[in-house]
C-alpha cells in the first residue's frame, strides 16, 4: 500500500528549500507554508485512497482500443471524475480561466503523489497542463477564451501531437499537411505515440498538433502549431459535430498499459479543422513550451515510481524471512533486511530517491523565482538555473528511477520477478521515462549544446561556485560530516574539471564532447544531488534531539551513505568526460 511521503515533502519545501519564501510574491499572494500542508495532505488522501487502488489492476487490463473510441481500465473514469471534482486539474492553472495560483515547486511535488500511486493515470493531467501553459502564452484571446476554461478545470483534457513513424524525435521531418480554409485549415496526416490520445473520460479532447503549412520551407522553420479539437466546439462554447480525428489503435507496451499510447489518424477524407495559433513557422518554438514543461514532470515521474518501488522493497525486506546474517541484531528469527547487501541497496535506493526529489523541486522553486521574485535581476539568475538544470533533471532522475526500480526487483529475489507481486510493474512503468520528451542523449546534447556552449559555460560555473561556497560554509557537527563535506567539495572539483575540458572540446572538437554528453549529464546529476544531500545533513544535525529525532537522524545516515558510495561515481564519470570522446568518434561504425 503506497504512503505518501509528507514528512519528506514538507521537509524539503520549507526546511531545505526554503519555499515560504515565496509568499506574497506577484501571483502567490496566498501562498504559504501552511497551505502547502493543507494541498499535500489532500493530495496524499486521494492517491493512497483512490489512485494507488486502481495500479495495479489498470496494469492488469490496461486501455482496450474499440472502433467507437478507446474505452479506459475499468474504475479509471469515476477516479478521473473525482480527481476534477476535488479541483485537482485546476491547480496552478491561470486564474482568469479557472485555475487555481499555486507555485511550480507545489505543483510538483503533488504531482510526485500521483506519479507514485499511478503513472498511467497521471500522464493525462500532466499533458494537459503543458497544453494549457502553450495556450496560455502563445493563444489568441478568442482560443484562450473558447478552450481554456473546460481544460483547466479537467472537463476537456489536452494532447500534445508530435511524432511521426518516419520523423521519431527529428521533428524537422514533419509530414502532416495543413490546407488554409477561411479562418481555419483542413490538417491531413498521421501521428504516433500520443499519449492519452484518445479515451473516455472526458467528452472532449483538445490536441496541439504540430504540422506544415502547405507551401512551408523544409526543416523546423516550416513548421507550425494547430488545436485540433477532438470534437468541434461553437462560438458558445458548447460541443458541435465529430471531427474528423480518429484513434487508429493503441500500442502495446511494455508498460503503463492503463495509459493508452494512440496512432491518430487526422483528415482521412476532407480533413480535420484546425486552428493555428500564433505565427506560422514557429510551432517548434510553441510547442517547446510544452516539452519543457513535462521534462521536469517526467523527470520527477522517474523518482516517484522509484519511491513507490522503494516502499514496496522496504515491506518486503522487514517481513521476508531468508537465512540468518552474520552479526544480526534482532531477536528472534531476523529477516532479510539485517542482510548487509539488502541494506545497501535499501540506502541506494533511498538516497538517489531523496537526491533526485530534492534536485527536482530546488528547479522547480528556480521556475517560481524566474515567474514571481520582484528584482529583475534575481528573475533572470533563476532563469538561467532552471534551464540549466531541467535538462539534468529530466536525464539524470529518470535514469536513476529505473535503477532504483530494478534494485526492488532485486531486493525481492526471484519473487521480484513474479508479476503477481508486483515490484516488476515498476520496474516496466518507469522504462517509458528515460525516453519521453526526448532520451537522456537528447538531454544531454541539449545541455552541452543549447546551454552550456550558448553561454560559454556561465551558468553551470555560477551554480558550481555557489555550490562550492556553500559546502565550504556548511554548519557541520561531527567528523563523519565534516569527512562527507570534503568528498562532495571533492565531487564539485571534479564536475569543474570535466566542465572546463568540456568546454574546450566544444570549441575545437563537437563531436568529442558530444560522445561523452551523457556521463557529463549524469555527472552534474550526482554532484548537485550530493550538494543537495550534504545540506540536508547539516540541516537535520542542527536540529535538536524530540518527536522527529528518527527521522532526522536518517537523513543524516542517507546522506552519509550516498557519499560514501554513490558520489564516488562522479570521479568515475569525470575521468570519463575528461578523456572518454575520442574513443567514439575515433571509431568507425563500421566496426560496431
Not at 159 to 177: F, H, I, P, Y
Not at 500 to 523: D, F, H, M, T
Not at 575 to 581: D, E, L, N
Request: with cysteine; hydrophobic share 45%.
Amino acid at each position: 500500500m503506497y504512503r505518501a511521503p509528507l514528512r519528506e515533502m514538507r521537509f524539503v519545501l520549507e526546511e531545505l528549500l526554503g519555499a515560504g519564501r515565496l509568499a506574497g510574491l506577484p501571483g502567490l499572494e496566498d501562498y504559504s507554508d501552511e497551505l502547502a500542508r493543507q494541498v499535500l495532505e489532500e493530495a496524499a488522501r486521494f492517491a493512497e485512497s483512490v489512485l494507488d487502488p486502481l495500479n495495479r489492476p489498470g496494469d492488469e487490463s490496461g486501455a482496450r482500443w474499440t472502433p467507437a473510441g478507446v474505452l479506459t481500465a475499468p474504475g479509471f473514469r469515476e477516479a478521473y471524475g473525482q480527481f476534477v471534482a476535488g479541483g485537482w486539474p485546476a491547480l496552478g492553472g491561470p486564474a482568469q480561466f479557472g485555475g487555481q495560483p499555486a507555485p511550480r515547486v507545489l505543483v510538483s511535488a503533488v504531482g510526485e503523489f500521483w506519479g507514485s500511486a499511478n503513472l498511467a493515470f497521471k500522464l493525462g493531467p500532466m499533458l494537459t497542463h503543458g497544453a494549457v501553459h502553450a495556450l496560455e502564452l502563445c493563444g489568441s484571446p478568442a482560443q484562450q477564451a473558447l478552450f481554456l476554461p473546460r481544460m483547466v478545470t479537467g472537463e476537456w483534457t489536452g494532447t500534445m501531437v508530435l511524432t511521426e513513424a518516419q520523423a521519431g524525435s527529428d521533428l524537422g521531418q514533419v509530414r502532416t499537411r495543413a490546407v488554409p480554409e477561411g479562418d481555419h485549415y483542413r490538417l491531413f496526416g498521421q501521428k504516433i505515440f500520443i499519449t492519452w490520445g484518445d479515451h473516455d473520460l472526458t467528452p472532449n479532447t483538445i490536441h496541439m498538433v504540430l504540422g506544415r503549412i502547405e507551401g512551408a520551407v523544409a526543416g523546423v522553420k516550416g513548421i507550425s502549431l494547430f488545436i485540433v479539437p477532438k470534437v468541434l466546439v461553437n462560438a458558445d462554447g458548447s460541443l458541435g459535430e465529430r471531427n474528423e480525428v480518429r484513434c487508429l489503435s493503441i500500442e502495446h507496451k511494455l508498460g503503463i498499459h492503463a495509459s493508452p499510447t494512440c496512432v491518430l489518424a487526422f483528415g482521412e477524407q476532407r480533413g480535420a479543422t484546425a486552428y493555428r495559433v500564433g505565427d506560422p513557422g514557429r510551432g517548434l518554438e510553441y510547442m517547446f513550451i510544452m516539452m519543457n514543461s513535462a521534462r521536469l514532470s517526467v523527470g520527477s515521474e522517474g523518482y516517484a515510481v522509484g519511491e513507490r518501488a522503494l516502499q514496496r522493497a522496504l515491506e518486503w525486506a522487514r517481513t521476508r524471512v531468508q537465512g540468518r546474517p552474520r552479526g544480526a541484531r534482532s531477536e528472534g528469527v531476523p529477516t532479510i533486511i539485517e542482510h548487509p547487501d539488502v541494506k545497501r541497496m535499501l540506502l541506494r535506493m533511498k538516497s538517489q530517491t531523496e537526491a533526485s526529489r530534492a534536485l527536482t523541486l530546488y528547479t522547480a522553486l528556480q521556475l517560481d523565482l524566474a515567474a514571481h521574485a520582484r528584482d529583475a535581476a534575481q528573475r533572470a539568475r533563476a532563469q538561467a538555473r532552471s534551464e540549466l538544470l531541467t535538462p539534468i533533471v529530466k536525464g539524470w532522475c529518470t535514469e536513476l528511477g529505473n535503477e532504483v526500480a530494478a534494485l526492488g526487483v532485486q531486493v525481492h529475489g526471484g519473487m521480484g520477478f513474479i508479476e503477481e507481486i508486483g515490484a516488476a510493474q515498476y520496474l516496466r512503468d518507469v522504462r517509458i521515462t528515460t525516453i519521453y520528451e526526448g532520451t537522456t542523449g537528447i538531454q544531454a546534447n541539449d545541455l552541452l549544446g543549447r546551454k552550456i556552449a550558448r553561454d560559454h559555460g556561465a551558468a553551470v560555473g555560477t551554480f558550481i561556485e555557489e555550490m562550492e561556497a556553500e559546502l565550504r560554509d556548511l554548519d557541520v557537527r561531527s567528523p563523519a560530516l565534516d569527512e562527507a563535506r570534503h568528498a562532495a567539495l571533492e565531487a564539485v572539483g571534479h564536475l569543474r574539471a570535466s566542465t572546463q575540458s568540456i568546454g574546450r572540446a566544444l570549441a575545437s572538437r563537437p563531436e568529442v564532447a558530444l560522445a561523452v554528453s551523457v556521463p557529463y549529464l549524469k555527472l552534474c546529476g550526482y554532484v548537485a544531488g550530493g550538494w543537495l544531500l550534504m545540506k540536508s545533513a547539516a540541516l537535520a544535525a542542527a536540529r535538536p534531539a524530540g518527536a522527529d529525532h528518527v527521522f532526522y537522524n536518517a537523513k543524516v545516515r542517507t546522506a552519509l551513505f550516498y557519499v560514501q558510495q554513490v558520489l564516488p561515481e562522479a570521479g568515475a564519470l569525470a575521468r570519463v568526460c575528461c578523456g572518454g570522446g575520442t574513443s567514439v568518434v575515433d571509431t568507425d561504425a563500421a566496426l560496431l
